[in-house]
């Protein structure tokens, strides 16, 4: 038999609901006051290195985001890298298990709702506070550097910010889309948070420099063969570096933040053939170069999600 209606009606009571339920939540205030800690010390130290060492630049703001001030031996970008998923994950570990665990699934698909509904409402609404975590921090930074610096930002800048936001909200939706998949798969919400933590950590840690390069050697050879640098395991290299979403984003951060950022992976000298060294590129040409990225995060997210949608179809629930 055929369903009759949407699939998806009543998503939008679940996500207004969860959401409710999320940004009133103590989880929400801990990681609303790890944000404001952060964005209030890497901002203040930053504007205090800029007006003490930098006179007049095209781009003070995303100077800002980029440069580790004294004496943090990090930038804004490297801290919103490692903050996001931990920030994703902590919203999503215990989305789907805890209504299991708390035997309150079969009352609520007792309901006129479809499982559909219930978990695309439950995954937008963490996307919603997840958004709202980072706008609040990328918000208070560019209210800082205002303020200590006396200047606003200038269009260009405030584009690429603003890419650079978007970018990072994508970043932490496939994480967030992990946290869900792991919460489906495992009943236990500790399990799950275990395991969503230890594929970042694998990604962040141990892709680049153990599993890339061994898996590397083994499809192209090693890396470098009697006529030099083995160009095979170089491409190789970059297409496996890019499965990790961790690489992705930082490559998006480094085009949009760095203008003078002209490619981002390897360069051949036909390539520099009238090339103005430290140029920057106009932002329309930024973007263009980590298009594939942005559309790499976003299509993951989605990706994993789908993963999640069937693998929840798929359970049988009890009352």
Known sequence: MRRSGSPFTGAGVVLAKEAADQLSGTRMVVIEALVFLIALVLAWFSTTTIRESIGQSQFLFLRLLTMAPDPIPFSFIDTVGLVTPIIA???????????????????????????????????????????????????????????????PPSGEELVRMLGFLVATIAYGG??????????????????????????????SFFWSLIIKPLLATLIAGPPEDIFGPNLAYIQTSQVLDRISPNTLYAEIALALLQPATRTLGPVFISQLRGALFGTPLPAAQSFILVWPQITGLIAAMILIFAAGYIVFQRQEIRA
């Open 174 to 203: 496939v994480w967030l889309a992990v946290a869900f998949l792991f919460s489906i798969l495992f009943r236990a919400p500790a399990t799950a948070a275990l395991a969503a933590l230890g594929l970042w950590l694998v990604f």
């Open 89 to 151: 994950i902590a919203l999503g570990f215990d989305a789907v298990n805890a209504e299991f665990n708390q035997r309150t699934m079969s009352r609520i698909l007792a309901q006129p709702i479809y499982r559909d509904a219930l978990l695309l409402g439950k995954f937008l609404a963490r996307l919603l506070a997840l958004t709202i975590a980072l706008l609040s921090l990328w918000l208070l930074v560019l209210g800082v550097g205002f303020l200590r610096l006396g200047l």
